[in-house]
């Protein structure tokens, strides 16, 4: 595809249930970021990706969140018994690699999640 | 801590007017930093980067260390311009946002 996919666009859950959210990124970028973005609020970082391997996992928030790219291209984030206040809009983006140096990261849609 | 402030949850301005949204930084060294866009009903997008000092759409952004500012401008508004605007600042592997602010360009 011509840009970073994800699915499902939204998803309305109940308390307790679990989540899984899908990021196919732009073909060949090794690195893959989530984030997360609250109403009112600017993105926050989840988790990076560099290839297979996680290389910072520091921002997700507990050990409800989980997060795997096995192959190096797709990614699923996993929420286990989910929460209300995990409900905001859940945002991938990809880069040709650690884009930091040229901070352009190029983003899905998101996945808005609702729980209730 | 690095953190990025926009003062700004909202400004609206008339078409043909002068622009600027602010953007203030907490951090110690020489800053990178980067404002995205999001357009109504598009995906987040980089604008533009300060260390390629470019001008993209009419928008420029000066570095400013003294005051440790970041403010993107732009010397005549246009209806197209509405959207939402992210500073953001590169921490290792990951970029610390602000909060946004919408900018509406009344006809």
């Known amino acids: 595809g011509a840009g970073v996919s994800q699915t499902p666009s939204n998803k309305v859950t109940e308390k307790g249930k679990y989540v899984e959210l899908r990021c196919d990124p732009i073909?060949?970028?090794?690195?893959l970021y989530w984030y997360r973005q609250s109403l009112g609020q600017g993105p926050e970082f989840l988790i990076y990706?560099?290839?297979?391997?996680?290389?910072?996992d520091s921002g997700l928030p507990n050990d409800r969140f989980f997060a795997v790219r096995p192959e190096g291209s797709v990614s699923t984030l996993k929420i286990q018994r989910t929460e209300r206040g995990d409900s905001a809009v859940y945002l991938c983006?990809?880069?040709?690699?650690?884009?930091?140096?040229?901070?352009?990261?190029?983003f899905g849609e998101g996945s808005r999640l609702t729980v209730l | 801590a690095q953190r990025v402030t926009q003062p700004e949850k909202l400004l609206s301005v008339f078409k043909g007017a002068p622009v600027e949204l602010k953007c203030n930084y907490s951090?110690?060294?020489?800053?990178?930093l980067f404002w995205y866009v999001q357009y109504s009903r598009q995906r987040l997008q980089l604008l533009l980067r300060?260390?390629?000092?470019?001008s993209i759409k009419g928008f420029t952004a000066d570095l400013n260390k003294g005051e440790t500012s970041f403010h993107l401008k732009k010397p005549f508004a246009q209806e197209e311009d509405s959207a939402m605007y992210y500073c953001?600042?590169?921490?290792?592997?990951?970029?610390?946002w602000g909060a946004g602010t919408k900018l509406i360009i009344k006809p």
């Open positions: 953001a600042l590169p921490k290792r592997y990951q970029l610390i």
């Open positions: 951090y110690s060294g020489s800053p990178e």
């Open positions: 983006a990809s880069s040709p690699s650690s884009a930091m140096g040229t901070g352009e990261l190029f």
């Open positions: 990706f560099q290839g297979t391997g996680a290389a910072d």
């Open positions: 073909s060949g970028h090794t690195a």
């Open positions: 300060h260390i390629s000092r470019e």
